[in-house]
């Protein structure tokens, strides 16, 4: 079985092109082939497939098996190679994913694409949708108790939930501590991402991601939205910014025009090979 390594800000992906046929049990290809020491490694599997409402239809499943309602560094890289290997000669193309269908423009040099804007759609800000079992009409600076430390959180939902803590020093938290452990916290229902963010500037934000069935990754681009969205309610930042993260940077904009969130950034193909069934 063909497949292609990818990446977008360093958020890797293996990428299966199924549009004649997808693999059985993609749960289980997802957790060998994310494997970064007998595998290919990556933080999960994404499969391309035809659809019926959009151009291309994606499925996205982490590294420990589990499905995702949408990445959207993924969403970048399937426009890259969609267009990259000829199965679509258009510029702008929707992508059906389990949190709607997503508009993206691709911006194409040398005959490859090399970066793609997504309209990744409103912001959900109710706590029943995102979800988290809170009250009221938003989760905006509310509590996080954890087992020795107490964090403040605004929760957002891009399409997947993610709870966001503002800090003041980013190097001095510890996310491979306190990620896992607030990722599976009671409140959330179907579990959560959680960034941890530090505000330089009301234009440029650093933060790193803890995500759900993943661990930590070099780049989350539904994350970096969330943040950019909770910090606009918390008032620490404008509506469009830098998002800096471990891999790369995510120019963010929350349009004031449709209350649409729109992610510019690249994409790279790492390399093409086979996986032995």
């Known amino acids: 079985m063909r497949f ?5 800000a360093g958020n890797d992906y293996v990428y299966i092109d199924c549009m004649k046929g997808a693999p059985a049990h993609p749960e289980q290809l997802a957790i060998s082939m994310s494997d970064r ?14 659809s019926q409402v959009a151009d ?46 997503k508009p993206m423009q691709l911006t194409v040099v040398d ?3 090399s970066s793609v804007r997504v309209d990744m759609g409103e912001p959900m800000l109710e706590p029943i949708r995102i979800p988290v079992a809170l009250s ?20 957002v939902s891009m399409g997947n939930p993610h709870a966001v803590v503002f800090v003041s020093r980013l190097d001095e938290v510890d996310v491979h501590k306190w990620g896992p452990i607030a990722e599976c916290h009671p409140l959330f229902p179907e579990r959560c991402n959680i960034e941890f963010a530090e505000v330089l ?37 404008g509506r469009s910014a830098r998002l800096r993260l ?32």
């Not at 020491?37 to 035809?50: A, E, T």
């Not at 993924?74 to 992508?95: F, M, Q």
């Not at 009409?137 to 959180?153: D, H, I, K, S, Y």
């Open 201 to 237: 500037s009301p234009e440029e934000i650093t933060m790193r991601v803890w995500e759900r069935g993943a661990g930590e990754t070099l780049a989350c681009g539904t994350g970096a939205c969330a943040t950019l969205v909770a910090a606009v309610l918390n008032g620490l930042a």
């Open 37 to 50: 020491h007998f595998g290919i490694g990556s933080d999960g599997l994404v499969l391309i497939l035809p």
């Open 4 to 8: 292609t390594k990818m990446h977008g």
């Open 136 to 155: 009221g009409g938003r989760a905006v600076a509310v509590p996080l108790e954890l087992p020795g430390a107490a964090f403040t959180m605004t929760c």
């Open 56 to 101: 291309f239809r994606m499925r996205m499943f982490n590294a420990d098996g589990s499905e995702a309602q949408m990445c959207g560094n993924a969403s970048r890289c399937v426009g890259k190679y969609v267009y990259d290997n000829g199965l679509t000669d258009k510029t702008e193309i929707t992508l059906e994913t389990k949190a709607g269908i």
């Open 111 to 113: 005959g490859k694409v």
């Open 246 to 277: 471990l891999g790369g940077n995510l120019d963010i904009t929350w349009s004031d025009d449709d209350n649409h969130v729109y992610m510019s950034g690249g994409a790279v193909t790492v390399f093409d090979g086979e996986w032995l069934l």
